[in-house]
Structures are given as structure tokens and as C-alpha cells.
């Protein structure tokens, strides 16, 4: 099975660290959300789509990404995130707008994957960012669980 992780991760590296960990395990080909293309897609059977939150929802460079895709054919995907409030509060649903969009293109979205990140975007510079050493090896390990179950 060939697989791609598609990222953005733009202020701390967060979704990097996640991305690699995730590739290592599937033996996944990672490529930047802004370098990404149609080609790339078509040659894979699963791809992972994964971004830092920003005020709710993932980075522009992987939403703009995934409403320039054509359509497939039921193509697997997953997408993870970093965020700085678990995704899982229930005023956070900030996966619902990628898979709104590949739903549209017809991806099968297979799993979703997140975990707390640092972060100090916006006001929260003003106090030194939140979870300051996250991902930690507890969220690294996580992530690796979560890939060997997409195998």
C-alpha cells in the first residue's frame, strides 16, 4: 500500500513531529501541503491529511490543498491534528471542515487522529503559549499506535 501524509505545520512544528512519527510507521512519503499535487494523490491508496489548529479549524495551506483536489474513487484517508485544547471538547470540531470537503471528493475517511500541541498563537503569546512541551513522548507513542492501526 502506498501512502502520503499531507502537512502543514507552520509556528512550532507540532504536526511535523506527528507527521514524521505517523510516516516512519507506514513507511509514508511526507509532503508539504503547499508542495502536494494531483499526481501525488492518484499514486496512493491511503493519505493522511494533518495541520495545526488555528481558531478552530486546520491551517489554510491544507484546506485550500483539499478544495483544489478532483474527485476520486473512494480513495482512503485519515486525518490528525495538533491543537491547543483537545479536539475532543465539545465546542472543538475543528476536523469537520476537511472532512466535509474530501467527503465531497469522494475520500473514504478512515480515522482521525489529534493531540495537545504548543501553542502560542494569537493572544496566547502574550502569556509564553500553553502546553509547552507537547507533543510529548506520550502523544508521540499515541501517534505511532494510531498509524499501526491503519496498516
Same mark, same amino acid.
Request: aromatic content about 8%; overall charge positive; charged content about 25%.
Given at each position: 500500500?502506498?501512502?502520503?501524509?499531507?502537512? /502543514?505545520?507552520?509556528?512550532?512544528? =507540532?504536526?511535523?513531529?506527528?507527521?514524521?512519527?505517523?510516516?516512519?510507521?507506514?513507511?509514508?512519503?511526507?509532503?508539504?501541503?503547499?508542495?502536494? =499535487?494531483?499526481?501525488?494523490?492518484?499514486?496512493?491508496?491511503?493519505?493522511? !491529511?494533518?495541520?495545526?489548529?488555528?481558531?478552530?479549524?486546520?491551517?489554510?495551506?491544507?484546506?485550500?490543498?483539499?478544495?483544489?483536489?478532483?474527485?476520486?474513487?473512494?480513495?482512503?484517508? !485519515?486525518?490528525? /491534528?495538533?491543537?491547543?485544547?483537545?479536539?475532543?471538547? !465539545?465546542? =472543538?470540531?475543528?476536523?469537520?471542515?476537511?472532512?466535509?470537503?474530501?467527503?465531497?471528493?469522494? !475520500?473514504?475517511?478512515?480515522?482521525?487522529?489529534?493531540?495537545?500541541?504548543?501553542?502560542?498563537?494569537?493572544?496566547?503569546?502574550?502569556?509564553?503559549?500553553?502546553?509547552?512541551?507537547?507533543?510529548?513522548?506520550?502523544?508521540?507513542?499515541?501517534?505511532?499506535?494510531?498509524?499501526?492501526?491503519?496498516?
Amino acid at each position: 500500500m502506498k501512502t502520503i501524509i499531507i502537512y /502543514s505545520s507552520i509556528h512550532h512544528k =507540532n504536526t511535523k513531529k506527528i507527521a514524521k512519527t505517523m510516516a516512519n510507521v507506514l513507511k509514508a512519503r511526507l509532503i508539504k501541503a503547499k508542495n502536494a =499535487n494531483e499526481k501525488d494523490i492518484k499514486d496512493a491508496s491511503l493519505i493522511g !491529511f494533518g495541520s495545526g489548529i488555528y481558531y478552530g479549524k486546520m491551517h489554510k495551506n491544507i484546506l485550500n490543498l483539499a478544495k483544489k483536489l478532483d474527485k476520486v474513487n473512494n480513495k482512503k484517508a !485519515f486525518v490528525f /491534528s495538533t491543537s491547543g485544547i483537545k479536539a475532543n471538547c !465539545f465546542f =472543538n470540531k475543528n476536523h469537520r471542515p476537511i472532512k466535509k470537503i474530501l467527503q465531497n471528493k469522494n !475520500f473514504n475517511i478512515i480515522a482521525e487522529f489529534n493531540c495537545l500541541g504548543h501553542d502560542s498563537y494569537g493572544l496566547l503569546k502574550l502569556i509564553g503559549g500553553v502546553n509547552k512541551k507537547r507533543p510529548n513522548q506520550k502523544d508521540i507513542n499515541n501517534a505511532k499506535k494510531f498509524a499501526k492501526k491503519l496498516q
